[in-house]
């Protein structure tokens, strides 16, 4: 199965700092197929990026992904107060999909 | 407004068995996909099955496999996961989600809504 090694795992980051999460598979995702979601404590996962780099309905602009093969990233590029959370990417071009162990977006 | 509503979660003792259903609105249900995934306490997310929008092919992550049986019905939008031989490593949060798609190759979908999810605590 392909493993999604996340990175950081947890960092602290101030309100309107941009940050840079990565997400590295361990064979290459075909078609792009990588997704990110954002958990909240108590709350279900929400999808922000699919297809590597669309915007699901309803995202910021502020968030963006990007990548392709084995190294992908998402963007915030001005954090906001409500962008605290667990992220996570989740490969679904090979079977069986996989998730990230998640990065842990902390306020500094 | 899409919604998905988990219900069927609780206490279960070891190798005990399970139905967990999830009520779906807002979306044409037999067009899509559904998925499980999985969260145990403190920990990340993990896929557990996906049914086609049919309900012709399943699929199972390794770690549910023989164990778990996913099905739909179209008539009442509901997906039903029974989950048989229950260990400890199954007490998790599931979680219901409707995939973008109809089709899943193997199973794989990225997942656009989720349920707010139900307790499975596996335990004597």
């Given at each position: ?7 950081p ?5 101030s309100p ?10 361990s064979?290459?995702?075909n ?12 709350q279900?996962?929400r999808l922000l990026v699919?297809?590597a ?29 409500e ?26 | 407004?899409v919604q ?15 139905r ?8 044409s249900?037999?067009?899509?996909a ?15 099955s ?8 399943t699929?199972?992550?390794d770690?549910?496999?023989?164990r778990f049986?996913?099905?739909r ?10 989950m ?24 794989s ?11 499975v605590?596996?335990?004597?």
């Amino acid at each position: 199965e392909t493993v999604l090694t996340q990175s950081p795992g947890t960092l602290s980051w101030s309100p309107g700092e941009r940050v840079t999460l990565s997400c590295r598979a361990s064979q290459s995702v075909n078609n792009r197929y990588l997704a990110w979601y954002q958990q909240k404590p108590g709350q279900a996962p929400r999808l922000l990026v699919y297809g590597a780099s669309s915007r699901a309905s309803g995202v910021p602009d502020r968030f963006s992904g990007s990548g392709s093969g084995t190294d992908f990233t998402l963007t915030i590029s001005r954090l906001e107060p409500e962008d605290f959370a667990v992220y996570y990417c989740q490969q679904y071009g090979n079977s069986p999909q996989t998730f990230g162990q998640g990065t842990k977006v902390e306020i500094k | 407004e899409v919604q998905l509503v988990e219900s069927g979660g609780g206490l279960i003792q070891p190798g005990g068995s399970l139905r967990l259903s999830c009520a779906a609105s807002g979306f044409s249900f037999g067009s899509y996909a559904m998925s499980w995934v999985r969260q145990a306490p403190g920990k990340g997310l993990e896929w557990v099955s996906t049914i086609s929008s049919s309900g012709d092919s399943t699929y199972f992550a390794d770690s549910v496999k023989g164990r778990f049986t996913l099905s739909r019905d179209i008539s009442s939008n509901t997906l039903h996961l029974q989950m048989n031989s229950l260990g400890a490593e199954d007490t998790a949060v599931y979680y219901c989600a409707k995939s973008k798609k109809g089709y899943c190759s193997g199973g794989s979908c990225s997942l656009d809504y989720w349920g707010q999810g139900t307790l499975v605590t596996v335990s004597s």
